[in-house]
């Protein structure tokens, strides 16, 4: 509904007011009640979040949402990956959408911000464009991205990755958790709990896509700034290390004869940790996973398997570092077998300047501050930013704990974030 220019005010002026009214309408009591809301979802004693992707507790978060986007007469859509949306029509239905959005899905010991953030904000914002009676001429999207974290399926990122064209479909269906149950398993599970909500195609075209998060990091909170602008996203390899002994009696078998898959584990993590050690602490070598069989205290394990996450700001000592992971393994597994599966390998991103730029101004235009910052976290933005103009804005979490019960945020930061996020929105898809 347009309403007259008030006398005096500059016409561009003026549209800044009424772009800023949006703004106006993102309501940090609201945002903040959600997260709490949303955190009952998989909650864990010590005040985490444990909600694995396609879940019970992740299939009750998406029916939450989907609850709310109903109340804004969002049009719901999942697509074959189980990625979820809610989409606020343009007045060119047409028109490629602009997108924004996370993941709900957390880590065993997650937080109760870490993706679920970005994909509240992104309704808060929707909310706030229907508040404030602004029609887009593009579709605005809000999504809620499957298997982010890749802790219940490895690898991590598998919904954006599958609906960007990444990687394929097929290629994720059999993957299966420390259960044996597999993704396909998982969404039928989702597709049984959410048979009326109308599948759409992947890899659809998309004309931008901005996504919030936490920056789980300490640079924003110690600088004292409100706004991450994210310049891009550091490389990261993810493998799978086996190594492959023979059980034997703890008592009675002679340390010459073993094969010890735990001892020879134990040598190779070593010389993987010794490659990895840089005097700058910018290489992040990390193994999260270490599983012994048959974990029994008087068996010589048979089999170790664990898994490496690796991580540099420069793809090329990425790329080296990377390379050299198969032999170590083999240099030092003594006499048991070392097998070695790479699961991702995502060279460093930088995304583009029109972009940044524009979150930048945003902010400043809303007497926000922000400063540019790189992202040490992984994030589903990796696999938009191939297919269409790609940014994220950070905001501050408390001592840049993340990936931990403890993770927390403050509800002006993240009513700041959202301000930032809708206005960036709006100019996206106007
Ligand atoms: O591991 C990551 O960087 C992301 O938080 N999943
Ligand atoms: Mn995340
Ligand atoms: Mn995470």
């Known amino acids: ?28 009591q609201r945002l903040w009640e959600r997260h709490m809301h949303m955190a009952k979802y998989g909650a864990t004693p010590a005040g985490g979040v444990d909600r694995q992707a396609l879940s019970a507790e992740d299939i009750q978060a998406q029916k939450v949402l989907l609850g709310w ?42 937080g109760k911000f870490d993706g679920i953030y970005g994909v509240l904000a992104g309704l808060e914002a929707l909310q706030a464009i229907r508040a404030a009676g602004i029609v887009p ?24 990755s599958v609906f960007s064209g990444s990687s394929t479909l097929d290629s994720i269906l059999s993957i299966k958790d420390s259960r044996g149950i597999s993704v396909q398993e998982g969404l039928e599970k989702v597709q049984a709990a959410f048979p009326l909500v109308p599948l759409w195609p992947l890899q659809r075209p998309v004309h931008a896509y901005v996504e919030a998060h936490i920056e789980q990091g300490p640079i924003l909170e110690s600088e004292s700034y409100s706004i991450g602008v994210v310049s891009g996203i550091q490389g990261k390899r993810t493998f799978s290390v086996s190594l492959q002994g023979e059980e034997a009696h703890a008592g009675t078998s002679r340390r010459c004869d073993r094969k010890d898959a735990l001892m020879a584990a134990l040598q190779v993590v070593q010389a993987l940790s010794a490659l990895c050690n840089d005097d700058q602490d910018i290489v992040k070598f990390t193994v999260g996973r270490f599983q012994v069989k048959p974990n029994a205290p008087s068996v010589v394990p048979s089999l170790v398997e ?39 390998n995502a060279i460093s991103l930088q995304f583009p300047q029109s972009m940044r730029t524009l979150i930048s101004e945003v902010a400043q235009t809303q007497s926000i501050s922000c400063m540019d910052i790189l992202s040490s976290a992984g994030h589903d933005a990796r696999y938009m930013h191939p297919i269409c103009a790609s940014g ?10 993340s990936h931990n019960e403890a993770e927390s945020a403050n509800a002006s930061d993240m009513a700041n974030g959202a301000k930032v996020l809708v206005e960036t929105l709006l100019q996206l898809a106007a």
């Not at 007469?73 to 990625?83: M, S």
């Not at 898994?307 to 090329?316: A, C, E, M, V």
């Open 1 to 28: 509904m347009a309403q007259a220019r008030p006398a005096g005010a500059s016409w561009a002026n003026y549209e800044n007011i009424m772009k800023l009214q949006a703004a106006h309408f993102i309501d940090a």
């Open 137 to 160: 001429r593009r579709s605005i999207e809000l999504v809620a991205w499957m298997n982010e974290e890749g802790s219940r399926f490895a690898p991590g990122m598998m919904g954006s």
């Open 69 to 110: 986007g109903s109340e804004l007469e969002l049009v719901p859509a999942r697509d074959a990956a189980g990625n979820l949306f809610l989409r606020l029509p343009g007045l060119e239905p047409g028109a490629a959408p602009v997108m924004t959005g996370s993941h709900m899905d957390s880590q065993p010991t997650g």
């Open 392 to 401: 994220m804005i950070f905001i501050p979490c408390a001592g840049g704990i």
């Open 306 to 344: 664990f898994s490496i996450d690796l991580r540099h700001p420069d793809s090329s000592v990425l790329q080296s570092l990377g390379d050299q992971v198969e032999l170590l393994c083999a240099q030092n597994a003594g006499p048991c077998k070392a097998t070695v599966r790479e699961l991702s």
